[in-house]
């Protein structure tokens, strides 16, 4: 799938979780959708929107591939640092600039970090596709896969005292 094609699935996912437990307060969505506006809830989203809209890819293209180990391995990767993409590119305006006083100034910003984010996640599985994948690269990305996934579902019922998880919303 090309990266901006992606990337726009990526996004369009990460706004359903954004808004889905809001919208609907379901409560299967928790695990995966923002509950509030901290910093953690965003990086969550982010996981789980990166990683479904790998399975909806996988659904796709699954009749082209050779090797399911060479889809998958790349994108569980990508799912693992598309998150912390979105962290670094998302605070460069406040780096550069400061507080941002601007709604639209800050929701622009916001939406164009997430898309990049895609598009960074896109161009890493891309060229971990070309490599050679071994054993204990498998072995290392599923046990952070796992331990991601464990992260951002136990922290969303039990937040550990960490100013990350903290919702900028009661401060």
């Known amino acids: 799938m090309q990266a901006y094609i992606k990337s726009l699935l990526y ?15 379901w409560n299967f969505l928790i695990p995966f959708s923002g509950i509030n506006e901290s910093v953690f809830q965003h990086l969550k989203m982010a996981f789980w929107a990166y990683l479904f809209s790998s399975g909806i ?4 293209v699954k009749r082209k591939l050779n090797n399911l180990g060479s889809f998958w391995y790349p994108r569980l ?4 640092m ?8 998302w605070y460069l305006v406040p780096a550069l600039f400061g507080k941002v006083e601007s709604l639209t100034i800050e929701l622009g910003w916001s939406i164009l970090a997430a898309y990049l984010s895609g598009i960074a996640g896109v161009m890493m599985e891309k ?10 690269f498998k072995i290392t990305i599923l046990i952070l896969f796992f331990i991601s996934a464990f992260f951002y579902i136990s922290f969303t019922y039990q937040l550990p005292w960490i100013d990350l998880f903290q919702n900028p919303e009661l401060l």
């Open 11 to 25: 996004l369009g996912i990460f706004g359903l979780l954004h808004f889905g437990y809001d919208l609907t307060h």
């Open 82 to 89: 598309v998150p912390w993409f979105i962290l670094l590119i």
């Open 57 to 60: 890819e996988y659904l796709l």
């Open 77 to 80: 990767l990508a799912t693992i």
């Open 127 to 136: 060229s971990v596709e070309k490599g050679t994948i071994t054993a204990g």
